[in-house]
């Protein structure tokens, strides 16, 4: 049974850091993209990040580029993002997916092309 399991939301205030991280079990991780997407109350699912199968990083939201940071650990099954400089506007739930083992999501920011995804994390900055 494929999971994904966030870490790491919380309330900070404007211009604090956060880490989340994202254990994934019950599949081939090494062999996934991996992505963090984000929602806002009202918003449609956005991606945030996006990474390759050997820690290639992919794709950086226009709102976080320079900020935040993706990455991931094959030897612990986890993904990361190291989020830096947080603005309200980044208040929202965090959700980790992964695509299908072995295969290429296109297009890459397109939530329906990644088969799982964990349960949310919230993340809340404060001005």
């Known amino acids: 049974q494929v999971q994904l399991v966030e870490s790491g939301g919380g309330s900070v205030q404007a211009g604090g850091s956060l880490r989340l991280s994202c254990a994934a079990s019950?599949?081939?991780?090494?062999?996934?993209?991996m992505a963090w997407f984000r929602q806002a109350p009202g918003k449609e699912r956005e991606g945030v990040a996006i990474?390759?199968?050997?820690?290639?990083?992919?794709y950086y939201g226009d709102s976080v580029k320079g900020r935040f940071t993706i990455s991931r650990d094959n030897a612990k099954n986890t993904l990361y993002l190291q989020m830096n400089s947080l603005k309200p506007e980044d208040t929202a739930m965090y959700y980790c997916?992964?695509?299908?083992?072995?295969?290429?999501?296109?297009?890459?920011?397109?939530?329906?092309?990644?088969?799982?995804w964990g349960q949310g994390t919230q993340v809340t900055v404060s001005s």
């Open positions: 990474i390759d199968r050997s820690g290639g990083v992919l």
């Open positions: 019950g599949y081939t991780y090494s062999g996934s993209y």
């Open positions: 997916a992964a695509a299908r083992s072995g295969w290429r999501p296109y297009p890459l920011r397109d939530p329906t092309n990644y088969n799982y």
